[in-house]
């Protein structure tokens, strides 16, 4: 992660920082963050650093107290330069705290969310805007809906044939990043042994 701080919404930061969007919303709400972290006006947005501590946070749950990890997060922030500049050693008395595994791993996964940024495009020559996988016409949300129906990889690729693995994996990332509002997409991989006799639909009779 560069040191320029990007502003996540709250699902960007849960999964850059690899916990739950139940979670990270804890942070706000429970005051476990300092303010200096969030901004909660008209929306809830994250500063990306904040990540490190929030993976921190929950990561460390099975080692230290609640008290302990909030007085590590407080010690680290106290200096917004500190933090800019990606402090990773914590020192309290007779406590020593190495961030650099926290640091890691949000770097990470925060380079697979620019990635799969990358590959999303919306254009409106291209399905009137719906957000597609750069170089094809797939939805990447129908991509998704078929990852999290739990359709097997081979199947998704054979019904997406212009997509590799990576594109597929990357396409549910950013769907988990960005969930659409409403409902759900349906999968749109038909179940193994299905054949489609037709793709038309019968319009219903203004009596039915």
């Known amino acids: 992660m560069s040191t ?16 739950s969007v139940r979670d990270v919303h804890r942070v706000i709400d429970e005051h476990i963050l300092p303010e ?33 990890r909030q007085r590590a997060i407080t010690l680290a922030s106290r200096n917004s330069s500190d933090v800019k500049s990606r402090t ?17 791993g949000v770097d990470e996964r925060m380079m697979r969310l620019n990635a799969a940024r990358a590959q999303v495009v919306e254009d409106n020559e291209i399905l009137s805007g719906t ?9 990447v949300y129908d991509v998704a809906a078929s990852v999290a129906a739990g359709i097997p990889m081979e199947r998704i690729l054979s019904g997406y044939p212009s997509l590799n693995r990576e594109q597929v994996a990357l396409a549910a990332l950013f769907a988990e990043a960005n969930p659409q509002r409403g409902r759900p997409r349906q999968r749109s991989v038909p179940p193994a042994g299905a054949k489609i006799i037709s793709s038309r639909r019968k319009l219903r009779s203004a009596a039915q």
């Open 131 to 139: 957000p597609v996988i750069k170089g094809t016409r797939v939805p």
């Open 4 to 19: 320029s701080t990007e502003t996540l919404t709250p699902t960007e930061a849960a999964v850059v920082s690899g916990v």
């Open 36 to 68: 200096s972290f969030y901004d909660t006006q008209d929306a809830r947005s994250f500063k990306s650093h904040a990540c490190v501590f929030i993976a921190f946070y929950f990561g460390a749950a099975d080692r230290l107290t609640s008290e302990e």
């Open 88 to 104: 990773r050693m914590i020192q309290d008395e007779f406590l020593t705290i190495d961030l650099a595994p926290f640091w890691k």
